[in-house]
T-cell receptor, first 113, second 111 residues
Framework: EPEVTQTPSHQVTQMGQEVILRCVPI?????FYWYRQILGQKVEFLVS????????KSEIFDDQFSVERPDGSNFTLKIRSTKLEDSAMYFC???????????FGSGTRLTVV | DAKTTQPNSMESNEEEPVHLPCNHS???????IHWYRQLPSQGPEYVIH???SNVNNRMASLAIAEDRKSSTLILHRATLRDAAVYYC????????????FGKGTKLSVKP
């Protein structure tokens, strides 16, 4: 069964450093998403991406965050200057179309120290 | 945006059916009903989704009320592996459709 692949599975970074989280969505999917989950809290929507542009973003997705689809397969989330409160699990998701379900990756655990 | 209401927690016995309810009284005619689950220490996992008719797949069944204001996720024979938080979600944001997760229902399965 096709999967959404996320790398790395765990990343530790120092406060103020830039991080890039990588995702490979399912190949024929057209809609891409990033979510995060702080330990013990709800899954939170960050951003949606379609047709090479951001469709919608939440209040969490401020100027420190950016997304990119640099080629036909990768979808990345960049955090420019990490803060302690950015420590969370980050999940990438994709779906084929409006009437389809979402497939999530297994996540990247980001730890900011 | 249509919201959903689910019980905070439910318990089931292993190998028995489980019916997880969800109310969505403000649903619009074009809103799909999605169900996801999150096992401990894992990411969300797609379970099933539907629009008007009942749906079946290898994981579960989705029963949608005739007025679409409620739905029920049915696990036909619960296993210990089905212990998870189950989320009933109506994607928001038009055709782009973003999932907004609530607290869901925490399902415990007793051996």
């Amino acid at each position: 069964e096709p999967e959404v692949t996320q790398t790395p599975s765990h990343q530790v970074t120092q406060m103020g450093q830039e991080v890039i989280l990588r995702c490979v969505p399912i190949s024929n999917h057209l809609y891409f998403y990033w979510y995060r989950q702080i330990l013990g809290q709800k899954v939170e929507f960050l951003v949606s991406f379609y047709n090479n542009e951001i469709s919608e973003k939440s209040e969490i997705f401020d100027d420190q965050f950016s997304v990119e689809r640099p080629d036909g397969s990768n979808f990345t989330l960049k955090i420019r200057s990490t803060k302690l409160e950015d420590s969370a699990m980050y999940f990438c998701a994709s779906r084929q179309g409006q009437g389809n379900g979402y497939t999530f990756g297994s996540g990247t655990r980001l730890t900011v120290v | 945006d249509a919201k959903t209401t689910q019980p905070n927690s439910m318990e089931s016995n292993e190998e028995e059916p489980v019916h997880l309810p969800c109310n969505h009284s403000t649903i619009s005619g074009t809103d799909y009903i999605h169900w996801y689950r999150q096992l401990p220490s894992q990411g969300p996992e797609y379970v099933i989704h539907g629009l008007t008719s009942n749906v079946n797949n290898r994981m579960a069944s989705l029963a949608i009320a005739e007025d679409r204001k409620s739905s029920t996720l049915i696990l036909h024979r619960a296993t210990l592996r089905d212990a998870a938080v189950y989320y009933c979600i109506l994607p928001v944001g038009g055709s782009q459709g973003n999932l907004i997760f609530g607290k869901g229902t925490k399902l415990s399965v007793k051996p």
